[in-house]
């Protein structure tokens, strides 16, 4: 039996009723993690961990907006954004170094705009304007995809980007024009993470976010479920990566830095929730949220936040 087989058949026996479940990547794949902020990557860590760790994979790790970062403001109150920046760049490295992954800034600046369709097409606009245009910002991920030439990618899901996050989506968006615009053959496989992190959806959601539980968005689609529980050659567990991830981002997650993090006991909970890329996506999944946030867009709000 191949080890492809094997691992499908393996995975399927695990897999709740009604899902198709990862297969998982192996030894032999180059694998491309592709993200807005540094942190992005702990939500899919234990599939990093899996691939890069346990498989050997040649794992590349590219984080597109970390300029000017304003994301130190509601963790830690820091409110210089050339050192946020400094800061969490660093913990990117340490986080890639985890995973034995090379690692790429594309340096675009960490708009904070509305958690809806507005604040998506406000940050792609903004980022367009300093580099030249839509087509250069595409172009710099198609530059990743030629040379990396990665058979599978991690991202997030253009139409939530997990958190609503724009910076999030707008990542994904113009990552997946790149991927669209190869021919089909030399495409790669793309996964995109479909953890559920908005914190008010509704008490379970939030309680699970804090204890570092998965929780599927609803709607998202039919997605694939990787049981993170399952134990890697070093003796760790794979979902042991998506906890060390977010403790190497202290700045983002201070809680869990300082050793009080309590992660979830709940084995049903550190499953991981992906869904298979097919074509392009075009839904808005967060506007009808409503996600009242102090945002750039708000007049004032940048400078209460110190960032001007």
Same mark, same amino acid.
């Given at each position: 039996?191949?080890?492809?087989? &094997?691992?499908?058949?393996?995975?399927?026996?695990?897999?709740?009723?009604?899902?198709?479940?990862?297969?998982?990547?192996?030894?032999?794949?180059?694998?491309?993690?592709?993200? &807005?902020?540094?942190?992005?990557?702990?939500? #899919?860590?234990?599939?990093?961990?899996?691939?890069?760790?346990?498989?050997? &994979?040649?794992?590349?790790?590219? #984080?597109?907006?970390?300029?000017?970062?304003?994301?130190?403001?509601?963790?830690?109150?820091?409110?210089?954004?050339?050192?946020?920046?400094?800061?969490?760049?660093?913990?990117?490295?340490?986080?890639?170094? $985890?995973?034995?992954?090379?690692?790429?800034?594309?340096?675009?600046?960490?708009?904070?705009?509305?958690?809806?369709?507005?604040? $998506?097409?406000?940050?792609?606009?903004?980022?367009? %304007? =300093?580099?030249?245009?839509?087509?250069?910002?595409?172009?710099?991920? =198609?530059?990743?995809?030629?040379?990396?030439?990665?058979?599978?990618?991690?991202?997030?899901?253009?139409?939530?980007?997990?958190?609503?996050?724009?910076?999030?989506?707008?990542?994904?968006?113009?990552?997946?024009? =790149?991927?669209?615009?190869?021919?089909? *053959?030399?495409?790669?496989?793309?996964?995109?993470?479909?953890?559920?992190?908005?914190?008010?959806?509704?008490? &379970?959601?939030?309680?699970?976010? *804090?204890?570092?539980?998965?929780?599927?968005?609803?709607?998202?689609?039919?997605?694939?479920?990787?049981?993170?529980?399952?134990?890697?050659?070093?003796?760790?567990?794979?979902?042991?990566?998506?906890?060390?991830?977010?403790?190497?981002?202290?700045?983002?997650?201070?809680?869990?830095? %300082?050793?009080?993090?309590?992660? %979830?006991?709940?084995?049903?909970?550190?499953?991981?929730?992906?869904?298979?890329?097919?074509?392009?996506?075009?839904?808005?999944?967060?506007?009808?949220?409503?996600?009242?946030?102090?945002?750039?867009?708000?007049?004032?709000?940048?400078?209460?936040?110190?960032?001007?």
């Amino acid at each position: 039996m191949s080890l492809i087989a &094997a691992l499908l058949l393996t995975a399927a026996s695990a897999a709740p009723a009604n899902e198709f479940a990862w297969p998982g990547p192996v030894s032999d794949q180059r694998i491309l993690f592709a993200g &807005a902020h540094p942190d992005d990557e702990w939500g #899919v860590a234990p599939l990093l961990a899996e691939a890069c760790v346990d498989g050997g &994979a040649k794992c590349h790790f590219v #984080v597109a907006s970390e300029a000017r970062s304003y994301g130190c403001v509601p963790s830690i109150g820091l409110r210089d954004p050339e050192e946020c920046t400094r800061i969490r760049r660093e913990e990117m490295r340490k986080s890639a170094d $985890l995973f034995g992954a090379t690692l790429d800034f594309f340096g675009w600046e960490d708009f904070f705009y509305g958690f809806n369709q507005s604040g $998506l097409s406000r940050t792609i606009a903004d980022w367009s %304007s =300093a580099v030249g245009g839509r087509s250069s910002l595409v172009a710099r991920w =198609a530059k990743v995809l030629r040379e990396k030439r990665p058979t599978v990618v991690f991202t997030l899901d253009p139409r939530h980007g997990s958190t609503c996050h724009p910076g999030h989506r707008a990542a994904a968006t113009l990552l997946l024009e =790149a991927v669209e615009r190869l021919p089909p *053959k030399a495409r790669p496989q793309v996964w995109l993470e479909q953890t559920d992190n908005i914190d008010s959806r509704s008490p &379970a959601v939030e309680a699970a976010n *804090k204890e570092v539980g998965y929780v599927a968005w609803p709607d998202a689609g039919h997605v694939a479920w990787f049981d993170a529980d399952r134990k890697l050659k070093n003796g760790s567990t794979a979902y042991d990566y998506a906890l060390a991830v977010r403790r190497t981002h202290a700045s983002q997650f201070p809680e869990e830095a %300082s050793g009080k993090l309590r992660p %979830s006991a709940e084995p049903t909970l550190r499953r991981v929730p992906l869904l298979r890329y097919t074509g392009p996506m075009t839904d808005d999944f967060c506007t009808s949220l409503g996600i009242d946030l102090p945002t750039f867009d708000i007049p004032g709000n940048k400078t209460r936040l110190g960032l001007e």
